[in-house]
């Protein structure tokens, strides 16, 4: 067994069976169990910043059923950060970060890959993030992405 409770080992043949496995019990979850790990999730990340947010952050906007990072988007804006989403360029799919006022979807338009992505907002030079949270399906013990 690998350091996830349950799930196999992270070899190559391993990492497949793991996605699939990870895949299936994110499918059987319910909205509200989503939005309850959601908010888990927010709240272990609010927690490790304790009383000093970082000032500039990109967070992804959840498609299908990614955790939604919405709670710690609100936590971060009403600290005074900056938070931005990231867009992607027509040409060459790079991701820029783009200050946001609000973490709302209706602000945002879907790019070339279906990910929503804000339509206005200042580009932040990527050097000055403190903090860009990526999406993933799983992670070991020691926080490698699967």
């Known amino acids: 067994m690998s350091d ?3 799930l196999p080992d992270n070899n190559e043949h391993g990492k497949a069976a793991l996605r ?3 895949s299936r019990r994110i499918q059987a979850m319910t909205a509200e169990e989503r939005a309850e790990e959601s908010a888990a ?3 272990h990340l609010i927690d490790w910043f304790d009383s000093t947010p970082p000032g500039r952050s990109m967070l992804y906007m959840p498609i299908g059923n990614e955790i939604d ?3 710690l988007a609100d936590t971060l804006l009403g600290a ?5 989403v990231p867009r992607s360029t ?3 799919c790079v991701m820029e970060p783009i200050k946001v006022e609000r973490f709302d979807r209706a602000q945002m338009r879907k790019d070339q890959m279906g990910v929503p992505a804000p339509v206005d907002g200042a580009r932040i030079d990527p050097g000055d993030l403190q903090l860009v949270l990526v999406p993933g399906m799983a ?5 490698r992405r699967l």
């Open 4 to 6: 996830m409770d349950g």
């Open 20 to 22: 699939q496995d990870v």
């Open 41 to 43: 999730g927010s709240g």
């Open 69 to 71: 990072p919405a709670l």
């Open 80 to 84: 005074g950060s900056t938070v931005c």
């Open 90 to 92: 027509r040409d060459d």
């Open 139 to 143: 992670f070991d013990r020691s926080g």
